[in-house]
């Protein structure tokens, strides 16, 4: 299982670039490419789950 993570996360996390961030997020790059991550894969989630629903379920949502 873990060479699929490694293989998830090389393909959705690019390397670490400063200048993708804002100026008050690069002295803490540790935070700033987390914050990235997790906005990476909750937009994944999201995009899963609505892929997932019944096209019934998902037109009462709209």
Request: include cysteine; proline fraction near 8%.
């Amino acid at each position: 299982m873990t060479v699929l993570f490694e293989l998830l996360y090389n393909a959705w996390c690019p390397s670490y670039d400063p200048s993708r961030f804002p100026d008050y997020k690069r002295s803490d790059p540790v935070r700033a490419y987390g914050q990235f991550a997790f906005e990476e894969g909750f937009k994944l989630a999201v995009s899963l789950l609505f892929l997932s629903l019944e096209p019934e379920r998902l037109s009462k949502i709209q």
